[in-house]
């Protein structure tokens, strides 16, 4: 039995009637649309590559232990491969309309946590593709490898007949309980034997005492954060509704604004992101000077030998982005100055190894813990921005080409909207979900973040020429 990590249990308890903790994505591709059962027939060949779609979350009687995965002996593909269609000509608004209410539904626990929608009728002849995952399953960086093993890089690419598959016996309740006892005996012991031993224990006081050190000199900085005043009118309960829309920017043109002005293109896409808050806001009758809105940024902690595990690898910073600010250059300069610290501190730090202490915490009180932490959340942030890296390549389903991507990122503990961005080829897309009832407004925000990249291409154009 493969036991689920603390991190994906911890996704997996917060999973609520309002709070759907699935990630997805919508991908368009040309046309025609390739017939339903070439879909079905596709994804059964593929699913050897991903045996993890073909097994559900089990419960451990009393909480002994986090959930484990077992095969499900009642398997059927129609039903997570689903065939839906939108009005002729169907264009952008209809496609995110319909994006939104199908990735607002909460998948069903009892059986493996995705679904996949073919969608026809765009305008142009194109067709989209629209995928669900549940969080506890896949993180952003485990996506986008399980999206190149499910898409062909190549448009003639053939593929296997669809295999048979017999499942493993399910496990009796008491097999898995028991397993759980023996796990909970013998890996805090494995872990305590791998601690260092006397001859390396002065060097690893050192190591200590400076991470000690870097972290302190952290804490003013962070401390001065968190007592920013913040856009505390974002937060608020969560509604069952979704709302979603999306904007693009050209990776050429954030590149630009990074070599005119410094900084990375991810301090660049999150001062674009810093103006459509900014937007939002002043319509509102919300802006203040001193403002910021505070958005939990992950950072994945996966090293280059765990690529195609299916598991979370995520680490998290939170950054002010400082929507008072009416200057986009003093913007930029605000952003990048954070992530700067905060790559100091995560250099200083082991991340890996804090995340793993979540094997210590038991079971009952990790569900309890991640419950809290959703709860309480609106006291940490208004927002979480993350930044997937896709493709730099063609992907194809079919021989259809993919045109464009956007990436679906939960909402959760009243931080009532999230931004998923993701790039592919030569094009870096803004995915917004918000909630139905908190953001009717949500198009200004789609609007002021591509605003925002506007104004930052013109401050590096004149930074070139001056």
């Given amino acids: 039995m493969d036991r689920l990590s603390p991190t994906d249990a911890g996704f997996y308890y917060a999973e609520s009637e309002n709070t759907p903790l699935h990630v997805g994505s919508v991908s368009v591709f040309e046309g025609p649309a390739p017939s339903y059962g070439d879909v079905v027939r596709l994804l059964l060949s593929k699913l050897p590559l991903v ?31 689903r065939h839906t269609a939108v009005p002729r000509p169907g264009g952008d608004e209809q496609l995110r309309n319909l994006a939104g209410r199908l990735l607002g539904q909460r998948l069903d626990l009892a059986k493996p946590l ?27 960086v485990a996506g986008t490898d399980l999206m190149q093993l499910v898409f062909d890089l190549t448009p003639d690419a053939t593929h296997p007949e669809p295999e048979d598959w017999t499942p493993q016996r399910i496990p009796s309740s008491l097999s898995v309980a028991a397993g759980a006892v023996q796990d909970a005996v013998t890996h ?10 006397a001859g390396s224990l002065t060097q690893a006081s050192r190591d200590a005492l400076r991470t000690s050190r870097r972290l302190a000199a952290g804490i003013p900085a962070a401390a ?73 940024v992950p950072v994945s902690v996966r090293q280059a030998g765990e690529r195609n595990t299916l598991d979370n690898r995520i680490s998290a910073v939170f950054v002010d982005l400082p929507v008072g600010e009416p200057d986009p250059v003093q913007r930029l300069a605000s952003v990048r100055r954070q992530m700067d610290e905060h790559k100091k501190t995560l250099a200083a730090v082991d991340a890996r190894s804090i995340i793993a202490m979540g094997d210590f915490v038991a079971p009952t009180l990790l569900s309890l813990g991640v419950r809290a932490a959703l709860a ?44 998923g961005i993701f790039s592919y080829l030569d094009t870096m897309t803004f995915g917004i979900n918000a909630d139905f009832d908190a953001f009717p407004d949500v198009d200004v925000l789609a609007t002021g973040i591509r605003r925002g990249v506007d104004e930052l291409v013109a401050a590096a154009r004149n930074a070139a020429s001056a």
């Fill in 51 to 81: 045996p993890r779609y073909r097994q559900r979350v089990r419960q451990v009687p009393m909480q002994l232990g986090r959930p484990v995965w077992v095969d499900d002996p009642h398997f059927q593909i129609l039903y997570h491969v």
């Fill in 114 to 140: 995705w679904e996949l929608y073919l969608v026809e009728g765009l305008e142009n002849g194109r067709w989209a593709l629209i995928s669900k995952v549940h969080h506890c399953m896949v993180d952003g």
């Fill in 188 to 197: 805090p012991m494995r872990q305590f034997t791998r601690l260092p031993g």
């Fill in 224 to 296: 001065r954060r968190v007592t920013s005043p913040a856009a505390r009118s974002l937060n608020g309960p969560i509604g069952p509704h979704r709302r979603w829309a999306w904007t693009e920017a050209q990776l050429a043109e954030l590149k630009g604004i990074r070599k005119a002005l410094g900084g990375t293109v991810n301090d660049v896409v999150l001062a674009g992101i810093t103006r459509g808050f900014r937007d939002l806001l002043e319509r509102r009758g919300d802006l203040r000077e001193e403002l910021v809105v505070r958005s939990m």
């Fill in 376 to 419: 309480t959340g609106q006291v940490l942030g208004q927002t979480v921005t993350t930044n997937v890296p896709g493709p730099r390549v063609p992907l194809y389903v079919l021989g259809r080409r993919m045109c464009s991507a956007h990436a679906y990122v939960p909402i959760a503990g009243g931080m009532r909207v999230s931004i």
